[in-house]
């Protein structure tokens, strides 16, 4: 089909904003899961309804208007994510019906082809996925990887999800920004950077001034990162220099909305304060995060680089430093930003060992940021499905989150307890991602006796099937790695399925395992009541 765009607005200079739609990256791998199953199929409104009615059926998009049956069953799982219970065809056809879509993007009609683009756009910017009304969607092997770094299945109504694949989602979206232009075919603007690029540029440059504490970019400085017009990381470091010269690093929001938006857009469009100063930053950095390349310090106040990664990004600087001659061909550009680098293919395999985690978290247990109090009240946020407003704990995703604030609470509570978490950390301790599949979340030494810790966000099947026989094969693995022989499990969930439960007595009474469950509300109490972390009983 001619791709042609008739009408279409004459590029401007924008902030950079990545999405409104969708702004939880954690998303973004279960959204392509669905649309993988549609690859090679042309783009039409018939396929759009079908897409669209598959992300119904396991709660990833969840109009307004709805069913009672259908509310019941998006219950007990937080917006965003897979819900525990499908809908039936009749489910997904009433809400595909019942909520007409008057959004309206270029090259497509108002309605549910213009949602679909909202949803998927970014993928396709990104190198993910290529589509246009009329043609076929085609998959590169980057979106294949992120696509298949979960499973998500459906038996008997009931909806399992599981990661598979942690290390894909990094290595998809560290070759995606690493080479991210703005100014490409997709994105009608006259913005010419790299982004990722510029952040590190500029954090470079601060970092090499000895008149700075070696701390990075100022989180209330990002907006000029995201508002500037070109490629020169010096003329953006001066700028920033300047500004704390006149503000130290306290300017008001005020000030920071006046540099951005009058003096380097030159005040042709209004913004609101709000996005400038705080919605463009948090989404800059969930994004930048993804790639595993900066650490947010002094209480999330500063974004620096991660200095585990600096071999990645002495390489990214190396080899991406300077802007592209711009792409005209949507095409071409989608070919050069799909293709996956070798070298970051690499990079992200080689995950921080266990036992940076536990140095790290050591030190983390002992600050006023990380006190018990504020420790037991994220986890508690976990517990009801809430967001985080925690400056630095917010741009942890729930999972990984609670794997993090759980090692916390213990090393903090039982101090001759040895503490090694397995998931991959920043150079401030803070997490990438969940541990592996093929070991235990948490593992805890007690003297000669160990104590395996996994948690999970997930319940009803999901965290039956996809969670108990994992728990009972990395016990076993631990108790031989360990010495102990009758080392114990401990299982952690904002809720208890029932089925979860009875697993645990089979493997008590078949295998010999130990694993007590909690709820996070009662591990919390068992945290405050016992002198141990070994079972008394």
Known sequence: MNTTKKNRRAPEYKPLLYTTTIRNPERYKDLMHI???????????????????????????RPMRRLDSISDKWKGANKGDVALYALTDEETDFLYKANKQNHKEAGFPAGWLSRFDTQFKLMKVLGLVYYNLGDKIEFSTAGRLLANSVSIEIEAGLITRKMLHPHYERLV???????????????????????????????KLLNADPEYNNTGIGYHELPLVLFWKDDNAEALYQRIKKLRQEWRYTPSSETIKQICTEEILGGFKKFTLRSVVSEYPDDFI??????????????????????????TINYILTHYKE??????????????????????????????????????????????????????????????????????????????????????????????????????????????????????????????????????????????????WPVGRHLETFAKESGDFNAEGVFVAPTLYIDTIDQFSWLKERKGLVVRSYKISDFISFLEKSTTLISIS
């Open 323 to 468: 802007w592209y001659h711009p792409f005209s061909d949507e095409k071409k550009y989608f070919e050069y930003a799909s293709t996956i680098v070798p070298y970051f293919d690499k990079a992200c395999t080689a995950l921080t060992i266990k036992t940076d985690a536990g140095k790290a978290l050591k030190r983390l247990s002992s600050l006023s940021e990380y006190a018990p109090d504020m420790v037991k009240k994220e986890l508690s946020i976990i517990e009801k499905g809430r967001s985080s407003k925690h400056p630095t704990l917010r741009f942890v995703p729930a999972p990984a989150r609670l794997e993090f604030l759980t090692a916390l609470a213990i090393c903090q509570t039982f101090e001759k307890v040895a503490v090694s978490p397995n998931y991959p950390c920043d150079d401030e301790g803070l997490p990438l991602s969940t541990a592996g599949g093929d070991k235990g979340d948490i593992e805890c030494m007690e003297g000669s006796r160990g104590v395996l810790v996994e948690v999970t966000t997930a319940g009803g099947r999901t965290q039956t099937m996809m969670e108990c």
């Open 286 to 311: 969930r994004k930048m995060r993804l790639t595993g390349l900066i650490s947010l310090r002094g209480a999330g106040r500063f974004i620096d680089i991660n200095h585990n990664e600096d071999q």
């Open 35 to 61: 649309l993988l199953r549609y690859d090679d199929v042309v783009l039409d409104e018939s396929s759009v309804e079908a897409i669209e009615k598959d992300l119904f059926r396991v709660g990833l998009y």
């Open 173 to 203: 979206f560290l070759n995606a920004f690493a080479r991210h232009q703005r100014g490409n075919p997709f994105i009608r603007e006259l913005n010419r950077n790299i982004p990722l690029v510029m952040l590190l540029q500029v954090i």
